[in-house]
């Protein structure tokens, strides 16, 4: 099992760049489909963007499709969220999240059982 550290939010304008980072350990982090997820104030965790644990295959919620953008590295055991083109309603904590199963992490956020402790993304207008 993989145990994970994001890293890298902060305050920012809208319109602004940001840059996630997670940091996972553990040998077998290249078994795992990684996701990003983010929680708003007083709304429900929602799935942002998930890849497969090759990179071969990237996916999005259609929210942030052509402003963000994942990738990995299985060689330094990190994930990224590249975040561009920021508005205020991306403001939330995000989480790292880790499952053996792509579908499992894009379609059922309440059985993920890996998880980072979250960053916090505010974007200002």
């Given at each position: 099992?993989?145990?994970l550290v994001e890293s890298g939010g902060g305050l920012v304008q809208a319109g602004g760049s940001l840059r996630l980072s997670c940091a996972?350990?553990?040998r077998t982090f290249s078994d795992y489909a990684m996701g990003w997820f983010r929680q708003a104030p007083g709304k429900e965790r929602e799935f942002v963007a998930a890849i497969m644990w090759s990179g071969g295959s990237t996916y999005y919620t259609d929210s942030?499709?052509?402003r963000f953008t994942i990738s990995r590295n299985?060689?330094?055991n990190m994930v990224w969220l590249q975040?561009?083109?920021l508005k205020p309603e991306?403001?939330?904590v995000y989480y790292c999240a880790a499952d053996l199963s792509l579908f499992v992490l894009i379609r059922t956020v309440e059985n993920l059982?890996?998880?980072g402790q979250g960053t916090l993304v505010t974007v200002s207008s």
């Amino acid at each position: 099992q993989v145990q994970l550290v994001e890293s890298g939010g902060g305050l920012v304008q809208a319109g602004g760049s940001l840059r996630l980072s997670c940091a996972a350990s553990g040998r077998t982090f290249s078994d795992y489909a990684m996701g990003w997820f983010r929680q708003a104030p007083g709304k429900e965790r929602e799935f942002v963007a998930a890849i497969m644990w090759s990179g071969g295959s990237t996916y999005y919620t259609d929210s942030v499709k052509g402003r963000f953008t994942i990738s990995r590295n299985n060689v330094k055991n990190m994930v990224w969220l590249q975040m561009n083109s920021l508005k205020p309603e991306d403001t939330a904590v995000y989480y790292c999240a880790a499952d053996l199963s792509l579908f499992v992490l894009i379609r059922t956020v309440e059985n993920l059982e890996i998880w980072g402790q979250g960053t916090l993304v505010t974007v200002s207008s």
